[in-house]
């Protein structure tokens, strides 16, 4: 598993730390999974339409299989994700949203705001995300009906 990751400058921390648990756990389950973090790399301002283009762009030209972008609140990360076609972002609040969000919509990017959750929150909705797969079935009629 390939995972592209970005923040702005309000989810640097919460990123930094979610990689660590991230390296922990889901090396674990699958040894060749890679993290790749386009930025920002610091808590200075930075333009977030930018970096969620660039996460989107690399799921879409399948350099990640998924990506995870973290904002102050996720949405005006989630918002700049679901513009590039073929995405299919979903913010999530809580393990539940985030695994519904792969099983039921085969999302390939998660998006959540450092502002609204706490870190043990934040690395439980990853890795809720990154361990479940796709149902398919009737719902992959459904995601075809989104792209």
Not at 19 to 39: C, S, V, W, Y
């Amino acid at each position: 598993m390939r995972i592209i990751i970005g923040c702005d400058h309000a989810g640097f921390e919460i990123k930094q730390l979610l990689k660590e648990a991230m390296h922990k756990t889901l090396l674990k389950r699958n040894p060749e999974t890679t993290f790749q973090d386009i930025g920002c790399h610091s808590t200075d301002s930075v333009h977030y339409p930018e970096i969620a283009k660039t996460v989107a762009s690399g799921v879409v030209e399948k350099n990640a299989d998924y990506g995870l972008l973290i904002c102050g609140t996720g949405i005006g990360m989630c918002m700049v994700a679901n513009k590039v076609n073929g995405i299919r972002a979903a913010l999530c609040h809580d393990p539940y949203t985030s695994m519904m969000a792969r099983q039921h919509n085969d999302a390939n990017i998660l998006c959540m705001g450092a502002r609204v959750l706490t870190p043990y929150q934040a690395i439980n909705i990853a890795q809720t995300f990154f361990e479940t797969d796709f149902l398919g079935g009737r719902h992959e009629v459904r995601v075809k009906m989104i792209d």
